[in-house]
């Protein structure tokens, strides 16, 4: 802001001879007074005599001319502060029309009209030029204090309406640092309070599936075991019903043969000894997956964790979780990694496996038809690393992204999500004080973004 005022005028006069008397008014010579000034000095000590600052005078002798140097001097970004301007000019552009000219390029310019005689009236060309506040009349013959006021004056008002315009656009810029910063601490408030919400919901949920978890537990055991036993059982019982078939054939009384024939014939003995143990198959496995959701639920409340906290190498963990999805992948996309090395990482090795497993079967599962691509990439960023898993595949909607991470929360069919995988995961990345993003476009696919601290507690 502490730029030299600016002393620079241009003159536009079609008379040499007024350039001269300008010339030697506005510049006069100081350089033989500055051997006495330095001699005053040397003999009396510095004395603080006020010096009246020198201007750089340029001449034009046309108003055209005139344009051409205001307009150089623009493009260089060196403004003149005023210029004067002869109100009558034969040839060429008169005052009023060369004036409107320079205001087009530089509408700060001071002006001061110089004039003998007019073609128009004062008022005329006050109304012509709307400027009554940028506009001095400067009547000839001139004196030269008259002019070397003048000077003065509107070099030092251009340098005021300078000063206050960067004061202004400086204000301005400072307004628009703090509206920023304010808006930031906005932004970032929502999202805490967002994330306050989210792990709250997490918390209160995590109760509510550890009891569920808990209650289920005994009956699906008993259940479980019971399948078991009665597998066997009916396995023995097989055994007796064949050696009673084998039997029939030595019944004696043909009526009681028959009975028992017919009644093997209507119970269609031969399907209940093939079915009852596919039945009981099925059974076991559905009771499997319930044991599989409780499991979940219980990790997702957290409850049963007798996890130890170890450095580990993220990629070994993406490699071997990839190896145990490899079935659920082969026939829906191919697997691209883009790793970069990463330093070991403190954390619950396996539970971040499980979010990994999550997030490439989601991937898999957002495959439509076509068999798509799966891109596992990962980096370091300050304390941080980062993992991120894009898909090509469906996407997710606006109004379905805010939904992904609630528990329960699933858009497949009944059997094939129970929409805890990425509630899960989350949990597992807030443990692990990491942060889980997600960018995605409907149609076009979707990238999820995990942040992992590298050490739990600062080195
Ligand atoms: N990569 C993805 N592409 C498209 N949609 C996704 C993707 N990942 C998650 N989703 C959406 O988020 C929902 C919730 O995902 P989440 O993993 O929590 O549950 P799920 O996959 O439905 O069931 P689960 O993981 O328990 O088997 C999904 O049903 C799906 O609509
Ligand atoms: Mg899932």
């Not at 315009?165 to 999202?191: C, F, G, M, N, P």
């Not at 009852?276 to 319930?290: A, D, N, W």
């Not at 499991?295 to 490699?319: M, P």
């Amino acid at each position: 802001m502490n730029q030299p005022p600016n002393r620079r005028i241009l003159l536009i006069d079609d008379t040499p001879s007024i350039h001269e008397d300008f010339r030697k008014i506005l510049m006069p010579a100081v350089a033989s007074n500055q051997a006495l000034d330095d001699m005053e000095s040397a003999l009396f000590g510095d004395t603080a005599k006020p010096q009246a600052q020198l201007f750089e005078l340029h001449s034009a002798y046309g108003g055209e001319e005139g344009l051409g140097l205001l307009t150089t001097a623009m493009a260089q970004k060196h403004p003149y502060a005023l210029a004067f301007v002869d109100m009558r000019m034969p040839q060429g552009w008169d005052g009023a029309k060369t004036i409107e000219e320079l205001w087009k390029i530089d509408p700060d310019l001071q002006v001061v009209v110089c004039t003998a005689y007019s073609d128009y009236s004062w008022e005329d060309l006050l109304f012509r030029l709307r400027a009554h506040d940028r506009l001095l009349i400067l009547k000839k013959p001139f004196d030269n204090i008259e002019v070397q006021q003048m000077a003065n004056t509107l070099a030092n008002k251009w340098d005021m309406a300078r000063r206050a315009s960067l004061q202004t656009s400086y204000l301005e810029q400072l307004v628009e640092q703090r509206t920023q910063a304010l808006q930031l601490e906005i932004d970032e408030r929502k999202h805490l309070e967002s994330q306050l919400v989210q792990s709250e919901k997490l918390a209160s949920l995590g109760q509510l599936a550890a009891g569920v978890a808990h209650e289920i537990n005994n009956p699906v055991g008993f259940i479980s075991s019971n399948l078991s036993t009665l597998d066997s059982y009916f396995s023995q019982l097989q055994q007796m019903l064949a050696a009673y078939q084998r039997c029939e054939e030595l019944i004696t009384l043909p009526e009681q043969r028959d009975q028992l024939r017919t009644l093997r014939t209507d119970l269609e003995l031969d399907f209940l000894k093939e079915d009852i143990p596919i039945l009981i198959r099925e059974s076991k496995e559905g009771i499997g997956r319930v044991t599989q959701i409780v499991k979940d639920l219980k990790n997702f409340s957290r409850v049963d964790n007798d996890q130890t906290w170890q450095f580990a190498n993220l990629h070994q963990g993406i490699d071997s979780t990839l190896n145990i999805v490899a079935s659920e992948l082969k026939y829906k996309a191919d697997v691209v990694k883009h790793y970069t090395p990463l330093p070991d990482i403190e954390c619950l090795a396996s539970q971040l496996n499980q979010v990994v497993m999550n997030l490439v079967i989601n991937a898999a599962q957002a495959m439509g038809p076509e068999r798509g691509t799966i891109t596992i990439s990962n980096g370091v960023e300050g304390e941080n690393v980062w993992l991120e898993v894009t898909d090509n595949g469906c996407g997710i909607a606006p109004e379905t992204v805010k939904k992904i991470f609630d528990p329960f929360f699933t858009t497949k069919p009944v059997g094939e999500g129970t929409g805890l995988g990425l509630s899960l995961s989350y949990g597992i990345v807030k443990k692990h004080q990491g942060d889980i993003f997600v960018s995605s476009e409907l149609g076009k696919g979707t990238t999820f973004r995990v942040v992992l601290p590298i050490r739990q507690t600062a080195a």
